[in-house]
């Protein structure tokens, strides 16, 4: 079978990858472990599409993308453990198992790696919106109001009916 070609954007990226899977498959906490996103395709758009996903598996397949890099702008960016906790929480119900120490030695090795290939990274705290409870849909009383004018408009026609009809 034929090799798939791809652009010099996605094969740039896709040899990221490999390097950072070669530098970081010692570094991942024990039972852990990291992934950096690769193009599908054979293009990212002439670059436009270059960001890569930090992937980071847990025991049972629980994943969660603890950050993000881009090739093309240099820069790297990174989730503190209070913003990966958050997720965690959010979407599989529970703590994470991963103790904080654990975490910010593998940020270390994230920031390690990103700076060897001149990228700065940056780590980044949870969104205010994010860290706050959502607050519960309010229900509408459009349907309240609806059944209100329907009683009414029976009521009146009741009264309408009583009075020309019965008392004729």
Known sequence: MAEEKRTQFAMAQID??????????????????????????????????????????????????????????????????????????????AAPAMARADYDKLLKSLKDFFSSQTMPSKVVATPAAASARPEPPRKSSTGLIILIVLLLAVLAGGLVYYFFFMKA
């Open 16 to 93: 990221f990858a490999g390097l950072f899977a070669t530098y970081i498959q010692d570094k991942a906490p024990k039972g852990c472990a990291l992934a950096l996103t690769a193009p599908e395709g054979p293009s990212t758009g002439g670059g436009v599409q270059s960001v890569q996903h930090i992937t980071l598996t847990m025991g049972g397949g629980k994943a969660l993308v603890i950050g993000s890099c881009s090739t093309v702008e240099k820069a790297a960016e990174l989730r503190d453990f209070d913003y990966f906790s958050n997720l965690y929480q959010q979407r599989y119900g």
